[in-house]
């Protein structure tokens, strides 16, 4: 029964309607996968992909063989940097006999420096002197006392320069005292620490082990030299005012940046103790930043970022509290920079609660009170203070009143010294001046030394070029007029420095900068923001003078951005 049943189904004409789909499917595919099969020999032919998986493998690739190069130069870098090559030796003639002079650079700071990296010191004797043994990059130094960028990130060993030059260059860590430039003879002298090496015990001293200091060992040194070029920067200025030494920080050297940080925590720590509405505490909690430049407005837009994004977090009942005042005597501040960025910054620090002074000047300082006159209004205002900055005015260090006494045509210069274009000292033969110790038409800026250093170099090295001509007609009677010519030429051609302003840069807190920028004579941009503020990072490592440095930095930054700066005294 069962099989007729089966056999009836399967001859049904609906089922045979399915047989014939089924069969013609069959075919179907075999006929698909026959045609599909690549005959022997033939190439293989690849799927195609989409525009947009092309252009995503492309560009990952391209990216991935960036970074791979961009670390392997890095690491090129870094191997130079840590392996320099052999130094040719100072020598007293050079192989034709000619004498080699000897050349003095004074001073390891952005004039100094650049010259030093410049120059062809196979060409001379160099001897480099500074009573500091490393170059300090003070763009940065404002950012140092907030724990933003480290200290040891912004410095650079003078070894470490020297040793990269060609030609060996003798580093002297001293200070010039004296000079007799009448018989070309420079007295420096080194102030070294003495101690009596002999360990104070526990009960007399804080630091039980340590050799006993008794007072300070002078060095003094007589180096003669052919040329002498100084470059010792300037100090910070009083301008006369009583008090503003003594109880006042300064924003010059690393140190400083040290000590400010530690004040700034001693306030926080101090004022906590207080209750609220304490006068004594108020006092603490105000930080008086004088000077509106770049070096001032930066000091007062780090601290205030030190206090809005970190010790708001952890101390939030005394970071409420802390003001930041900037005082400035002109009736704007950064009054170099177009109007436009003057605005923005004022609006800046009205929105961060920076405290902005203008058209006033601090007449008086005493441990606890400045005096402030506001010329609009011709009244004196008593300020409380519990820490001030001093971030205004240069002044001339001992050593440039001493070299202007010794040259009459400098006993006339006030502010310093008085150069030609060659940036030699007028009344002077062989010293020659550059960076914040010269009194010129340019600004006391790290970038007009930096090119000042640059110029140096280049215009040495074509002197000794004159004066290898000048030995060879000398000493050879049958010297051809060619030679003479050619030396006369060289002498009337000796290039002349022209400064070339590239723009100012500022940081002005909340992450943000103002940049005011010049592509030589034809083009101009002033801007401001978050954008400038990446393009203001940037600038700066890339004028970093070494790779170490650009790495340090960069990593600091990143630290700070991950982990916040440290609210805690060192």
């Given at each position: 029964m069962l099989n007729r049943l089966a056999i009836k189904r399967l001859t049904s004409p609906q089922h045979a309607l399915v047989r014939n789909h089924q069969f013609l499917s069959f075919q179907s595919i075999r006929s698909a996968s026959t045609i599909?099969?690549?005959?022997?020999?033939?190439?293989?032919?690849?799927?195609?992909?989409?525009?947009?998986?092309?252009?995503?493998?492309?560009?990952?690739?391209?990216?991935?063989?960036?970074?791979?190069?961009?670390?392997?130069?890095?690491?090129?870098?870094?191997?130079?940097?840590?392996?320099?090559?052999?130094?040719?030796?100072?020598?007293?003639?050079?192989?034709?006999?000619?004498?080699?002079?000897?050349?003095?650079?004074?001073?390891s700071g952005w004039g100094s420096i650049p010259l030093l990296k410049s120059l062809d010191t196979t060409l001379y004797n160099v001897i480099l002197v500074s009573p500091r043994n490393y170059f300090l990059f003070t763009p940065l130094l404002p950012s140092v006392p907030t724990g933003?960028?480290?200290?040891?990130?912004?410095?650079?060993?003078?070894?470490?320069?020297?040793?990269?030059?060609?030609?060996?260059?003798?580093?002297?860590?001293?200070?010039?005292?004296?000079?007799?430039p009448e018989n070309n003879v420079l007295k420096v002298q080194q102030s070294t620490t003495v101690y009596s090496g002999h360990a104070k015990n526990s009960s007399s001293s804080t630091h039980?082990?340590?050799?006993?200091?008794?007072?300070?060992?002078?060095?003094?040194?007589?180096?003669p030299y052919d040329y002498l070029v100084v470059g010792i920067g300037a100090q910070p200025s009083t301008f006369g005012l009583p008090g503003v030494a003594e109880h006042s920080t300064f924003v010059k050297e690393i140190s400083d940046s040290a000590r400010i940080r530690r004040t700034l925590i001693d306030l926080v720590e101090a004022a906590n103790i207080l209750p609220e509405g304490d006068p004594e505490r108020k006092r603490l909690l105000h930080v008086i930043v004088c000077g509106g430049g770049p070096t001032g407005v930066e000091a007062a837009g780090e601290i205030q970022d030190y206090i809005d994004q970190d010790l708001k977090k952890w101390v939030p009942d005394v970071a409420k509290d802390l003001k930041v005042t900037l005082v400035e005597s002109q009736p704007k501040v950064l009054h170099t920079f177009n109007p436009k960025l003057v605005e923005?910054?004022?609006?800046?620090?009205?929105?961060?609660?920076?405290?902005?002074?203008?058209?006033?000047?601090?007449?008086?300082?005493?441990?606890?009170?400045?005096?402030?006159?506001?010329?609009?209004?011709?009244q004196t205002e008593i300020i409380p203070y519990g820490m001030l900055i001093w971030a205004t005015g240069n002044a001339t260090r001992d050593f440039t009143h001493v070299l202007m006494s010794k040259i009459d045509a400098q006993?006339?210069?006030?502010?310093?010294?008085?150069?030609?274009?060659?940036?030699?000292?007028?009344?002077?033969?062989?010293?020659?001046?550059?960076?914040?110790?010269?009194?010129?038409?340019?600004?006391?800026?790290?970038?007009?030394?930096?090119?000042?250093?640059?110029?140096?170099?280049?215009?040495?090295?074509?002197?000794?070029?004159?004066?290898?001509?000048?030995?060879?007609?000398a000493n050879d009677p049958d010297a051809s007029e060619f030679l003479k010519q050619r030396a006369d030429r060289l002498e009337g051609n000796l290039p002349?420095?022209?400064?070339?302003?590239?723009?100012?840069?500022?940081?002005?807190?909340?992450?943000?900068?103002?940049?005011?920028?010049?592509?030589?004579?034809?083009?101009?941009?002033?801007?401001?923001?978050?954008?400038?503020?990446?393009?203001?990072?940037?600038?700066?490592?890339?004028?970093?003078?070494?790779?170490?440095?650009?790495?340090?930095?960069?990593?600091?930054?990143?630290k700070v951005s991950l982990f916040g700066r440290e609210c805690s005294r060192e």
């Open positions: 599909s099969k690549t005959p022997p020999g033939a190439p293989k032919i690849k799927p195609k992909q989409g525009k947009f998986v092309k252009f995503f493998k492309y560009t990952l690739g391209a990216g991935a063989l960036g970074v791979t190069g961009f670390l392997a130069w890095i690491t090129y870098r870094v191997y130079l940097e840590n392996h320099p090559l052999d130094q040719e030796p100072q020598t007293a003639t050079f192989p034709n006999g000619e004498k080699k002079k000897t050349l003095v650079i004074l001073g933003t960028v480290e200290m040891r990130s912004i410095i650079e060993p003078v070894r470490s320069i020297t040793r990269r030059c060609k030609g060996y260059v003798q580093f002297l860590e001293a200070e010039a005292i004296d000079i007799d039980p082990g340590k050799a006993e200091e008794h007072g300070l060992e002078h060095i003094v040194a007589n180096i923005y910054t004022n609006q800046i620090f009205k929105e961060t609660n920076i405290n902005l002074v203008t058209d006033t000047r601090i007449t008086h300082v005493d441990d606890h009170y400045v005096t402030a006159f506001h010329k609009s209004s011709k006993k006339s210069a006030k502010r310093g010294f008085l150069i030609d274009d060659n940036l030699k000292l007028k009344g002077s033969k062989n010293i020659f001046a550059l960076g914040d110790c010269t009194f010129s038409k340019y600004p006391p800026t790290a970038q007009v030394a930096f090119q000042e250093g640059q110029y140096l170099a280049k215009y040495f090295e074509k002197l000794q070029k004159l004066e290898s001509l000048k030995y060879r007609i002349k420095f022209i400064y070339n302003y590239q723009g100012s840069l500022a940081y002005i807190g909340s992450e943000k900068a103002v940049a005011d920028l010049a592509w030589g004579s034809w083009s101009n941009v002033s801007t401001g923001g978050n954008m400038t503020f990446l393009f203001w990072r940037s600038a700066y490592i890339y004028m970093c003078l070494s790779v170490k440095n650009q790495i340090l930095v960069c990593v600091d930054w990143l």
